[in-house]
């Protein structure tokens, strides 16, 4: 009986070393300097000013479509956006369609946080975030304007107070590009100083209402989540 007893014990040693060793080939090991969980909505202002221009983006929900805590939009999935069966709900299905990670509250979410950036970086002359926001020929413009801003010596002081309203106005898909346009009400204190300190224009102790229709695109097809602005207006 001893005999047998400790036969079976070597099995069962044997057996336990081998799933450990299996497990640890599978699962690894931590060593405490993994990277963070990836947060699809974390603000770039956040991050080190080391940080690359290819991290001054606006992510979307990836494109698995799945996002914590969020509800799935079944029945109405653009109602409190678009009336159901608007030529806008056409188009918010049709982007939908070509990419399963589009919602609409979600889309506004960093379309909100992609309007605050970008006009706080052009106040501040931040070509960096800016490349990383906007698509080719809207930065070669807003460049040239600060550009041209330096030359002159001024500086613009700009302060959000709010951001009352953002709706999305139009939507739609040409061949494999969404667009979305979206019209942003908000409260800014801004004024631009010349090489003098002088206010010439604007008003540092004014709130002024400021209303802009945006235009966001991005191609469907592509793995990159990110939304560039491809116009700009005035409401």
Do not use: C
């Not at 600060?146 to 951001?163: A, D, N, P, W």
């Not at 969404?178 to 409260?187: L, M, N």
């Not at 631009?192 to 300190?197: E, F, L, N, P, W």
């Amino acid at each position: 009986m001893s005999d047998a007893f400790d036969i079976y014990t070597v099995v069962f040693l044997v057996l336990a070393v081998f799933i450990v060793l299996r497990l640890r080939s599978v699962l690894g090991t931590r060593t405490g300097n993994e990277p963070p969980p990836y947060d699809p909505y974390s603000r770039s202002e956040a991050q080190p000013n080391t940080a690359s221009a290819n991290e001054n983006v606006v992510k979307m929900p990836s494109r698995n479509g799945e996002i914590p805590g969020s509800e799935p939009e079944s029945v109405q999935p653009w109602k409190g956006i678009a009336p159901e069966g608007s030529a806008l709900a056409s188009g918010l299905d049709a982007i939908h369609e070509h990419d399963a990670s589009f919602t609409g509250q979600d889309f506004l979410k960093g379309a909100r946080a992609a309007y605050e950036m970008i006009v706080t970086a052009f106040a501040q002359g931040d070509t960096r975030t800016l490349k990383g926001l906007l698509a080719k020929d809207v930065y070669d413009d807003f460049t040239h304007v600060i550009g041209e801003r330096q030359k002159r010596g001024e500086t613009v002081e700009s302060r959000f107070v709010s951001l009352d309203e953002a709706v999305i106005q139009d939507a739609g898909l040409q061949g494999q590009t969404a667009h979305v346009t979206v019209r942003f009400t908000s409260k800014l204190v801004t004024a631009t100083r010349d090489k003098d300190g002088e206010v010439v224009d604007g008003n540092p102790d004014t709130v002024t209402e400021v209303h802009d229709v945006w235009t966001f695109a991005r191609e469907t097809a592509s793995n990159d989540p990110n939304w560039k602005l491809v116009a700009t207006g005035d409401a």
